[in-house]
């Protein structure tokens, strides 16, 4: 925060973006014109009109300009940002269920190293922030967390991080509960005083994961002040299988448990009956919607999918992107167009859920579903400067709308994107990281590809 007692006017701010139109997407704001948004350290200390903005502050560095529009960093609330990422797009998309994980992406994942964990969450990362996206929920399926850290660090966006958390005998990355839990501590510690990257609680989730180690991850995060995330129903054989062993659903057992509460983000939450959508809602757990993942996978969206029912009753939703043999793209802003087209489309209304609406879901409604919606999700003062500046000279701006959000979602995804701002730096200029060097790590990714299908069994 920037210290109160100074006159923001006294100090010169260390970078103004300039908004031709600013979305800033608090509650009831429209899109305004001519705004100029000073950034000082890591914060947003001033909105106001730009030419005022400007005259005071005249030797001020400008990005933007006025025929760019600005929003703030996009969140992802769930993407795993190792594993397939380095034999994207190979997984196959006619695989019976289960075969893309239990096939690839597992053997790829159990193949890792440091080096390739590190890799590949760069990668990730590096797509995501060129698609403006400033914050990211990893997943849960880290072997080398320090190694994400690194990644994280590179690429210069924020996150969440935990470490591989399931206790499923002969699999990958296992260990007791106490084991999994003693991970889950040391990343807490290892990221306890880092200013863009929080520590949570992350396990597989599904039904691979005993009552011990769900119960005891939520008590650890609880008892941390932290967040849990988790895999749950994305299909319906988590239904299946909870039947099976515990004849209650899964959102029913994990709510007998005690796991469920506002620090848990459920990443899916497609399979849902209304037991358990009720049960959601009542102890306000949050949902990661990954659309994609699920038109990827075949896994029933369109007939199952409540999410939208889910956030007209109140509940905290935020939009994901998953893994590669989920949706592959990691571009939260086409993960918008889709959820508004699916909602509409489910209900055969087109009245339902439009572009505002859905991009709340990658903005401020995500961090709020993250519980952050204090420090990240909108461009307001005193929040960190995650701030998106999207190029309208692209064929797909011409002519300019009067609705800049409605062109943004409909028209255009990710590609728009030309400059981010994260944490109060500059990490994309003009399309391109600031930070890392996209052909050295091409170069990279292509010797660690070739390497890790062999080891893995894939070549
Ligand atoms: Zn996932």
């Given at each position: 925060?920037?210290?109160?007692?100074?006159t923001?006017?006294e100090?010169?701010?260390?970078?103004?973006?300039?908004?031709?139109?600013a979305?800033?997407?608090?509650?009831?704001?429209?899109?305004?014109?001519?705004?100029?948004?000073?950034v000082?350290?890591?914060?947003?200390?001033?909105?106001?009109?730009?030419?005022?903005?400007?005259?005071?502050?005249?030797?001020?560095?400008?990005?933007?300009?006025?025929?760019?529009i600005?929003?703030?960093?996009?969140?992802?609330?769930?993407?795993?940002?190792?594993?397939?990422?380095?034999?994207?797009?190979?997984?196959?998309?006619d695989?019976?269920?289960?075969?893309?994980?239990y096939?690839?992406?597992?053997?790829?994942h159990?193949a890792?190293?440091?080096?390739?964990d590190?890799?590949?969450?760069?990668?990730?990362?590096l797509e995501?922030?060129t698609?403006?996206?400033t914050?990211?929920?990893?997943?849960?399926?880290?072997?080398?967390?320090?190694?994400?850290?690194?990644?994280?660090?590179?690429?210069?966006?924020?996150?969440?991080?935990?470490?591989?958390?399931?206790d499923v005998?002969?699999?990958?990355?296992?260990?007791?509960v106490?084991?999994?839990?003693?991970?889950?501590?040391e990343?807490?510690?290892?990221?306890?005083?880092?200013?863009?990257?929080?520590?949570?609680?992350?396990?597989?989730?599904?039904?691979?994961?005993?009552?011990?180690?769900?119960?005891?991850?939520?008590?650890?995060?609880?008892?941390?002040?932290?967040?849990?995330?988790?895999?749950?129903?994305?299909?319906?054989?988590?239904?299946?299988s909870?039947?099976?062993?515990?004849?209650?659903?899964p959102a029913?057992?994990?709510?007998?448990?005690?796991?469920?509460?506002?620090?848990?983000?459920?990443?899916?939450g497609?399979?849902?009956?209304?037991?358990?959508?009720?049960?959601?809602?009542?102890?306000?757990?949050?949902l990661?919607?990954?659309?994609?993942?699920?038109?990827?996978?075949?896994?029933?969206?369109?007939?199952?999918?409540r999410?939208v029912?889910?956030?007209?009753?109140?509940?905290?939703?935020?939009?994901?992107?998953?893994?590669e043999?989920?949706?592959?793209?990691?571009?939260?802003?086409g993960?918008?167009?889709?959820?508004?087209?699916?909602?509409?489309?489910?209900?055969?209304?087109?009245?339902?859920?439009g572009?505002?609406?859905?991009?709340?879901?990658?903005?401020?409604?995500?961090?709020?579903?993250l519980?952050m919606?204090?420090?990240?999700?909108?461009?307001?003062?005193?929040?960190?400067?995650d701030?998106?500046?999207?190029?309208?000279?692209?064929?797909?701006?011409i002519?300019r709308?009067?609705?800049?959000?409605?062109?943004?979602?409909?028209?255009?995804?990710?590609?728009?994107?030309?400059?981010?701002?994260?944490?109060?730096?500059?990490v994309v200029r003009?399309?391109?990281?600031t930070?890392?060097?996209?052909?050295?790590?091409?170069?990279?990714?292509a010797?660690r590809?070739a390497?890790?299908?062999?080891?893995?069994?894939?070549?």
């Amino acid at each position: 925060m920037a210290d109160p007692s100074i006159t923001r006017s006294e100090v010169a701010p260390n970078l103004i973006v300039e908004a031709g139109v600013a979305i800033t997407m608090e509650p009831g704001a429209d899109p305004v014109a001519n705004v100029g948004i000073a950034v000082t350290g890591d914060r947003i200390t001033e909105i106001a009109d730009l030419h005022v903005l400007r005259s005071v502050h005249p030797e001020t560095p400008t990005i933007g300009g006025p025929h760019m529009i600005v929003l703030p960093g996009l969140i992802n609330a769930h993407q795993h940002l190792t594993g397939d990422r380095l034999i994207r797009s190979m997984i196959p998309d006619d695989l019976e269920a289960g075969r893309s994980i239990y096939e690839w992406a597992v053997p790829a994942h159990a193949a890792h190293t440091g080096d390739d964990d590190q890799l590949s969450a760069t990668l990730s990362l590096l797509e995501g922030v060129t698609n403006g996206i400033t914050f990211t929920v990893e997943a849960g399926t880290v072997a080398h967390p320090d190694r994400v850290l690194a990644g994280f660090d590179a690429v210069g966006v924020g996150g969440t991080l935990g470490s591989w958390g399931w206790d499923v005998a002969g699999e990958p990355w296992a260990g007791s509960v106490a084991e999994v839990l003693d991970r889950q501590r040391e990343v807490l510690t290892l990221t306890e005083t880092h200013d863009r990257v929080d520590g949570w609680v992350t396990l597989v989730g599904h039904d691979l994961m005993s009552d011990e180690l769900v119960v005891s991850a939520s008590e650890l995060a609880r008892s941390n002040g932290t967040g849990l995330t988790f895999h749950l129903s994305p299909s319906s054989s988590d239904a299946v299988s909870y039947l099976q062993r515990t004849g209650k659903r899964p959102a029913v057992h994990l709510n007998n448990l005690g796991v469920l509460g506002r620090h848990v983000l459920i990443a899916h939450g497609v399979h849902l009956d209304d037991q358990e959508l009720e049960l959601l809602l009542a102890s306000d757990t949050a949902l990661a919607y990954c659309p994609w993942a699920y038109l990827r996978l075949g896994q029933g969206v369109t007939s199952a999918g409540r999410h939208v029912e889910f956030i007209g009753r109140g509940g905290r939703v935020a939009l994901g992107c998953d893994a590669e043999n989920a949706g592959d793209a990691i571009d939260v802003l086409g993960s918008v167009a889709l959820a508004a087209g699916l909602a509409k489309d489910m209900a055969v209304d087109p009245t339902l859920f439009g572009a505002r609406a859905a991009l709340q879901h990658a903005t401020l409604g995500a961090a709020e579903a993250l519980g952050m919606a204090t420090e990240i999700g909108s461009l307001a003062v005193g929040k960190r400067a995650d701030i998106v500046v999207i190029d309208t000279a692209g064929p797909e701006w011409i002519p300019r709308s009067p609705d800049p959000i409605l062109q943004l979602v409909w028209a255009s995804d990710g590609r728009s994107v030309c400059d981010v701002v994260a944490s109060g730096r500059v990490v994309v200029r003009d399309g391109e990281s600031t930070m890392v060097n996209r052909s050295e790590l091409a170069i990279e990714a292509a010797e660690r590809h070739a390497r890790l299908l062999t080891d893995a069994g894939l070549g």
